[in-house]
């Protein structure tokens, strides 16, 4: 199975700072077949990315998902006081999918 | 509005069985996959496994930890899909989350979970 490895563990950063999360997969995803999730406290997590690059329903234009092969990257442009939570890449090109280990995205 | 719900977590013992459902609305059921997913407390997210919908053969895949033990099933009649688990071990332990997904991922509606407690 692929194993994602996300990086920072823990991000510590003020609101309006620029946030960049990175995903490594163990071996290249077939078609960019990345996703990112959102996750609050005491929350189900909430489709973000998809395709690596395309935003979900209703995601501000903050957020944004570059890469390809086995270098994947989420970025927040600018933080809000709500994007404070744990992100985690997941991909789905091959089977079993796999979740990486989350980054927790703090406020400093 | 879209809506999952899941039912029939609870307390269990080691080696037993439970069945969860999932029901859901408001987007086109029968079009999607249905995936499951868990989450032990304080930890990351494990994907369980997901059912395809008909014209993809209600194709099945599982993780690696539930293989043979767990089944996914669905009834797109009654916008239902189910997790029968079985030979629980306490590592099973977690919020259980169902989720609906389009063909390209591009979108995955989940429900709010159900907790499931394996322990004597």
């Known amino acids: 199975e692929i194993v994602l490895t996300q990086s920072p563990g823990t991000l510590s950063l003020s609101p309006g700072e620029r946030a960049t999360l990175s995903c490594r997969p163990s071996q290249s995803i077939s078609g960019s077949s990345l996703a990112w999730y959102q996750q609050k406290p005491g929350q189900a997590p909430r489709l973000l990315i998809y395709?690596?690059?395309s935003r979900a329903t209703g995601i501000p234009d903050r957020f944004s998902g570059s890469g390809s092969g086995t270098d994947f990257t989420l970025s927040i442009s600018r933080l809000e006081p709500e994007d404070f939570a744990v992100y985690y890449c997941q991909q789905y090109g091959s089977s079993p999918e796999t979740f990486g280990q989350g980054t927790k995205v703090e406020i400093k | 509005e879209v809506q999952l719900v899941e039912s029939g977590g609870g307390l269990v013992q080691p080696g037993g069985s439970l069945k969860l459902s999932c029901a859901a609305s408001g987007f086109t059921f029968s079009g999607s996959s249905m995936h499951w997913v868990r989450q032990a407390s304080g930890k990351g997210l494990e994907w369980v496994g997901r059912?395809?919908?008909?014209?993809?053969?209600?194709?099945?895949a599982y993780g690696e930890s539930v293989k043979g033990r767990f089944t996914i099933s669905r009834d797109d009649s009654k916008n239902t899909a189910y997790l029968q688990m079985s030979s629980l071990k306490t590592e099973d332990t977690g919020v259980y989350y169902c989720t609906g997904r389009g063909n390209w991922n591009e979108f995955d509606y989940w429900g709010q979970g159900t907790l499931v407690s394996v322990s004597s």
């Open positions: 059912i395809r919908s008909k014209p993809k053969t209600y194709a099945t």
């Open positions: 395709g690596a690059s």
